[in-house]
């Protein structure tokens, strides 16, 4: 018979990305069973991402310390800001230290599918940070999907409006229709950020 406690920790496993109910299960019943001194470490991780992990207040990098993080707290950056989708891409691209300027994490894409509209997107703030520290290009590097094109281009006419003199490109060659950044080499990331297209 199966436990109230497995049936909770399969409910709580399937809010995960890419978990179903199947591996659902074989995770909760591997927490049943494993060692439970390596559940009092996984119990003390998940509380300090509540004690210590916050978002930075200015692009939505996750930080542990401060409301900014090391790169918005540094006013020396190059005045360019590199918009990335999310956690996973913005870790990607800075943890290769790739790009000298500032990023900016949207927390999502438009998505007229899934009904994510733009304010439910980080784009006010995006607006802010271009006045506040005086930006001069924008670098969009979204995924090469529907919803990553109608967000660049729904962007781009948004600023374009209020920042006559702002200049927009993105990363684009070699990244294939419908990929994500996380499935192309570092180096062709490289390559495309260099080469990248300036977009009217
Ligand atoms: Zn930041």
């Given at each position: 018979m199966a436990l109230n406690i497995l049936?909770?920790?399969?409910?709580?496993?399937l809010k995960f990305p890419g978990i179903g109910q199947r591996l659902a299960r074989k995770l909760a019943i591997y927490?049943?069973?494993?060692?439970k001194e390596e559940n009092i470490k996984f119990i003390e991780d998940l509380k300090e991402i509540d004690i210590k992990v916050f978002r930075c207040e200015e692009c939505?990098?996750?930080?542990?310390?401060?409301?900014l993080c090391d790169f918005c707290r540094n006013p020396n950056r190059e005045?360019?800001?590199?918009?990335?989708?999310?956690?996973?891409?913005?870790?990607?691209?800075?943890?290769?230290?790739?790009?000298?300027?500032?990023?900016?994490?949207?927390?999502?894409?438009?998505?007229?599918?899934?009904g994510i509209t733009p304010d439910m997107l980080s784009i006010e703030k995006l607006i802010d940070r271009?006045?506040?520290?005086?930006?001069?290009?924008?670098?969009?590097?979204?995924p090469g999907t529907n919803d990553g094109l109608i967000t660049t281009l729904y962007i781009k006419n948004q600023l374009k409006e209020r920042f006559t003199e702002l200049i927009f490109s993105k990363i684009a060659e070699g990244i294939p229709y419908g990929s994500g950044l996380s499935e192309i080499s570092?180096?062709?990331?490289?390559?495309?950020?260099?080469?990248?297209?300036?977009?009217?």
């Open positions: 049936n909770k920790l399969e409910k709580d496993l927490l049943l069973t494993r060692d939505f990098a996750l930080v542990e310390s401060g409301k005045k360019r800001i590199l918009v990335v989708h999310n956690v996973e891409d913005y870790l990607l691209l800075s943890e290769n230290k790739i790009f000298d300027g500032y990023y900016h994490i949207l927390n999502g894409l438009i998505s007229p599918i899934r271009i006045e506040k520290r005086k930006i001069i290009e924008i670098i969009f590097a979204l570092m180096q062709t990331i490289l390559t495309s950020l260099k080469n990248r297209e300036n977009i009217q």
